[in-house]
C-alpha cells in the first residue's frame, strides 16, 4: 500500500524551513511504520467447520516427454561474438524448471528468452565449456538427478552418468576434456571427476567423511575449489585436479559457499554469512534480539563477497551485495560484473553487481524463479525455441455456490484426507491443485503429507486469542496446517531450514525421502534449524533454536512443490507477545496458503455474502472491542468505518 501525500500538506511545508523538517520527518516515521506492518502474515490454529462435503475430480500432473532441441537460422556459437553475450540459467516456469539462454538486455523479458530444453524438467545448475560449446546441467528427467551435456551448435542432449545414486553440479576442466562433478554414490556427498564422455568416474575425496560439493574448475586447469563440512561449517577447499594437495582455504568460522572463479583466475567470488555474524549473541527468552538486524549478530543472513586467489588463502576479501540473502554468483565473460540470485518471498530474480562494488540492478521484470545462471561471451547459440507452452500441473474446477447464498462458490469436502475428528474441507477455488500437490509430493518422496492434516477450514465466527488470527485465511477455504512432526521409522520426516528474507524468517520444509537409494529426493546440503525445547529454552534461548548437524540421506524440498502449485509459505511471527523465538506456535512452518492475487476480503467474498461478512466482521468491532491493530486491519482489506484514521497518510484527517 503505497503512502498518500497530500498536495496541500506539501505546499505548506515548503513555506518555512522548521515546517519542512517536521513534514519530513513524518514522512520517513511513516515509511518506517509502513515496512514494518507490511512484512506481517498472520496466520493460526483452531477447530475445523464442517460445511459441505462435495468432491470433485484430480487433474492429474503431466509431464512433458522428452524432445529434440530445435536449430534456429542464427549463425553458429563459435562463429559470433558480443560484449553482451549470452547468460544460461536454470528457470521454473509453470512448475517447469528448465533451461533457457538471454542476453543481458533480454533476460528482463521471459518472452525473448531461448528454451533450450524441453522434457529435461527440473534442469538445473548449467555450466559451461571453456569455449562455450558445450553446456553440461543436471536432471531428474530419467527419474534420478544425471548429468547431461547440451551441444550448443548442434542442439544434441546426451547423458553422461548412470547411477541411482545423486550426480549433479558439473564444472567443466580448461581443455573440456574432463568434467568434475558431486555426486552421492559413496553414501556421502563427494567431489568426482570423469572423462566428458562419462567414463573413467573417480571419487577426488574419498578419504573424507564430510560433505564435499559444488566443485568449480579453475580456468588454468589446476585447481578444484569446493564447498566442505570437514570443519563442521561450510568451508572452501582446494585441490589439485587428481585429489591431492588439499587445502583449507577460508579458514575461518563463517558459511562459506558456491564459488565462482574469475575468468582470469585471479579471484573468487563466493556465498558468505560472514556480514555481521557475531561471535556470542546475548539474548533471553524475555529479550531476543533485533530480527533481520546485522547489529543483533544474525548468521542467517547471505551476501557475495569476493576475494583475491593466491593459491594458499583467499586476502583482500570485499563484500559486494547486502540484500542478505544473495546466492549462486557467476562472473560476466570480461570480469567486469557478477550475477547473482536474490531470493524474495514471491520470486528469485536474477541480479547484476560490478566486481568492484556498487548498486546493484535487478535483470528481471518478470516475477521469476531463476536457481543459477552461467555467462558466455558468445552470441545466443543457434539452438531452441521460444518458450513453449507448459502443460498445467492442475485445473482447478470451483463449484459454483447456491445464488440463495449471496457467495460466488462453495466449499468441498475432502473426504480422503484426515482432520481429526472427520475429514478436510477447502475451497473448491483451490481443490484441484491441493490433490494435484499432494499426489506429487507422495510420488516424489513416498510420503503422503497431506493425507493427515493439523487444520484447514475454519468456522467464520471463530475468535482467536493473541497466538493466532480471527481474520485468518483459514477463514477463506485457501489455508492448511500440516502436523508439527512426522516420525517414521523411528526418524523425524520433516526436517526445517531457516531462511531469513527482507528481515522476516521463513521456513524451508523437507521431507526425508521414503527411499533412500536416490530415486527420491537430493542430498540435503544446508544444516537443518533445531527447534527442540532443550535447544531453544538452555541451549540458545531467545534465539529460537540453533543450527544443527548436517543431516545425511535424500529429501524432498516440500516447500518447492508446494510453490509449483500454488500453495506458499508464511513468515513466522515477531511481536513483542507473539514472537517466535520464545513462542513455538508461533514459528508458522506448517502454514501454507494458495492467495491467487486476492486479498483475503476478496478471498472471503467468494465463500460468504456480503452481508455475512459485514455482520461478522465489523469495523468497529474488530478494532475496538477484539483490539485489532487498525494498520493491520487495513492489511487485511476490509472496508473501514467511515470516520476511521487511514493509517497510511501522513497525518490524521
Known amino acids: 500500500m503505497t503512502p498518500c501525500v497530500k498536495i496541500s500538506e506539501i505546499d505548506t511545508a515548503l513555506k518555512t524551513k522548521p515546517q519542512l523538517a517536521r513534514s519530513l520527518a513524518i514522512v520517513f516515521i511513516s515509511l ?7 512484512q506481517f502474515a498472520p496466520s493460526a490454529h483452531a477447530p475445523t467447520d464442517a460445511r459441505g462435503a462435495l468432491t470433485t475430480r484430480v487433474a492429474a500432473a503431466t509431464v512433458l516427454p522428452p524432445t529434440a532441441v530445435a536449430l534456429s537460422n542464427s549463425p553458429r556459437a563459435s562463429e559470433t561474438q558480443t560484449s553482451d553475450g549470452t547468460i544460461f540459467f536454470s528457470v521454473d516456469r ?25 522434457g529435461y524438467a527440473p534442469a538445473r545448475a548449467p555450466s559451461l565449456s571453456r569455449d562455450s560449446s558445450r553446456l553440461a546441467f543436471q536432471s531428474r528427467k530419467d527419474g534420478n538427478w544425471e548429468i547431461y551435456v547440451l551441444d550448443l551448435n548442434g542442439g544434441k542432449i546426451s547423458r553422461l552418468t548412470n547411477d541411482l545414486a545423486y550426480d549433479g553440479a558439473p564444472t567443466w576442466s580448461a581443455d573440456g576434456k574432463q568434467i568434475a562433478f558431486e555426486s552421492y554414490r559413496a ?69 562459506n559457499e558456491q564459488a565462482a572463479w574469475s575468468p582470469d583466475g585471479k579471484q573468487i567470488a ?12 546475548e539474548a533471553t527468552l524475555e529479550k531476543p534480539p533485533l530480527q533481520g538486524s546485522v547489529a543483533s549478530g544474525n548468521c542467517q543472513r547471505r551476501g557475495v563477497f569476493v576475494a583475491e586467489f593466491d593459491r594458499a588463502k583467499l586476502s583482500n576479501i570485499k563484500q559486494l551485495t547486502f540484500f542478505g540473502r544473495d546466492v549462486a554468483p557467476t562472473w560476466s565473460p570480461d570480469g567486469n560484473w557478477i550475477s547473482f540470485v536474490s531470493p524474495r518471498a514471491a520470486r528469485d530474480p536474477l541480479f547484476l553487481v560490478s566486481s568492484a562494488g556498487g548498486w546493484a540492478q535487478n535483470l528481471n521484470d518478470d516475477t521469476v524463479w531463476i536457481s543459477s545462471a552461467v555467462w558466455s561471451k558468445l552470441d545466443t547459440p543457434n539452438i ?80 482467536c486469542d493473541n497466538t493466532c488470527d480471527t481474520l485468518s485465511w483459514h477463514k477463506s477455504g485457501r489455508a492448511v496446517d500440516t502436523l508439527l512432526m512426522l516420525p517414521r521409522n523411528g526418524r523425524e520426516t520433516i526436517v526445517l531450514v531457516r531462511e531469513d528474507t527482507n528481515a522476516e524468517v521463513y521456513w524451508r520444509v523437507y521431507l ?46 516440500f516447500t518447492e512443490l508446494a510453490r509449483q502449485y500454488g500453495w506458499n509459505r508464511i513468515s513466522s511471527h515477531d511481536d513483542v507477545e507473539f514472537d517466535w523465538r520464545n513462542n513455538r506456535e508461533a514459528l508458522e512452518y506448517w502454514h501454507f496458503q494458495k492467495e491467487d492475487g486476492l486479498n483475503w476480503w476478496e478471498a472471503m467474498q467468494e465463500m460468504y455474502s456480503l452481508k455475512q461478512l459485514y455482520e461478522t466482521f465489523d ?35
Not at 509453470?94 to 533450450?116: F, K, P
Request: charged residues 20%; glycine residues 8%; aromatic residues 12%.
Open 32 to 38: 518506517f511504520i509502513l515496512f514494518t506492518v507490511i
Open 94 to 118: 509453470d512448475g517447469y524448471r528448465e533451461l533457457y539462454a538471454a542476453t543481458r538486455t533480454t533476460i528482463s523479458s521471459s518472452a525473448q528468452w531461448r528454451q533450450l530444453t524441453q
Open 187 to 255: 553414501k556421502d556427498l563427494d567431489v568426482w571427476k570423469m572423462n566428458a564422455d562419462g567414463t573413467g568416474a573417480v571419487n577426488l575425496t574419498a578419504k573424507s567423511e564430510a560433505y564435499d560439493f559444488a566443485p568449480a574448475w579453475s580456468p588454468d586447469g589446476k585447481t578444484i575449489v569446493f564447498t566442505s563440512w570437514a570443519t563442521g561449517n561450510k568451508q572452501l577447499f582446494v585441490m589439485s585436479p587428481d585429489g591431492s594437495n588439499l587445502k583449507n582455504l577460508s579458514q575461518d568460522r563463517f558459511h
Open 270 to 281: 563466493f556465498v558468505s554469512n560472514r556480514e555481521g555474524c557475531a561471535v556470542k549473541v
Open 384 to 463: 531452441g525455441t521460444a518458450p513453449a507452452t507448459q502443460n498445467a500441473l492442475y485445473l482447478e474446477k470451483p463449484i459454483p455456490a447456491d445464488p440463495k447464498e449471496g457467495s460466488k462458490y462453495d466449499f468441498v469436502g475432502l473426504r480422503e484426507v484426515f482432520l481429526a475428528p472427520s475429514y478436510g474441507i477447502v475451497s473448491s477455488a483451490v481443490s484441484e491443485s491441493f490433490r494435484a500437490l499432494r499426489q506429487r509430493t507422495n510420488s516424489e518422496s513416498g510420503v503422503d503429507f497431506w493425507g493427515t492434516l493439523s487444520d484447514m477450514t475454519r468456522f467464520i465466527s471463530y475468535v
Open 512 to 557: 526425508r525421502a521414503a527411499k533412500q537409494d536416490g530415486s527420491q529426493g537430493e542430498p540435503l546440503k544446508v544444516a537443518p534449524w533445531n527447534i527442540s525445547v532443550n535447544a531453544r529454552a538452555n541451549i540458545a534461548p531467545g534465539l529460537g533454536g540453533l543450527e544443527d548437524e548436517i543431516e545425511y540421506g535424500y529429501f524432498v524440498d
Open 619 to 653: 469495523w468497529e468491532e474488530i478494532v475496538n472491542d477484539l483490539g485489532r491493530a487498525p494498520s493491520r486491519t487495513y492489511l487485511k482489506s476490509i472496508p473501514p468505518a467511515p470516520g476511521a484514521w487511514k493509517w497510511f497518510a501522513l497525518v490524521p484527517e
